[in-house]
């Protein structure tokens, strides 16, 4: 059965930073576009950012320029390195991928920033 599990979240002052990763288990990593999302209270969920198998990545215009997506297929694993970290980026992140039609989301990692 497919695997993501998020960590990495907490709480951190504007400003910040944070690193989140996704460690993902029982298919073939390396063939697939991962992405992240969040989630903040009474919103719907977002796109965040994307990294394809080869690494070609995009990312939400909230985001471009403070965020940046990797991947290391040895470790099956996708990172979220956030900076400059704003109130508006709190939110449930969650990491996603979608194989054959059928998507597949981890549990989240809650990011709060706040003074």
């Known amino acids: 059965q497919v695997q993501l599990v998020e960590s990495g979240g907490g709480l951190v002052q504007p400003g910040g930073s944070l690193r989140l990763s996704c460690a993902a288990s029982?298919?073939?990593?390396?063939?697939?576009?991962m992405n992240w999302y969040r989630q903040a209270p009474g919103t719907e969920r977002e796109f965040v950012a994307h990294?394809?198998?080869?690494?070609?990545?995009n990312y939400a215009d909230s985001v471009k320029g403070r965020f940046t997506i990797s991947r290391d297929n040895a470790k099956n694993t996708v990172y979220l390195q956030m900076k400059s970290l704003k109130p508006e980026d709190t939110a449930v992140y969650y990491c996603?991928?979608?194989?054959?039609?059928?998507?597949?989301w981890g549990q989240g990692t809650q990011v709060t920033v706040s003074s």
């Open positions: 990294i394809t198998g080869g690494g070609s990545t």
């Open positions: 996603h991928f979608v194989r054959l039609g059928v998507p597949y």
């Open positions: 029982r298919f073939i990593f390396s063939m697939y576009t």
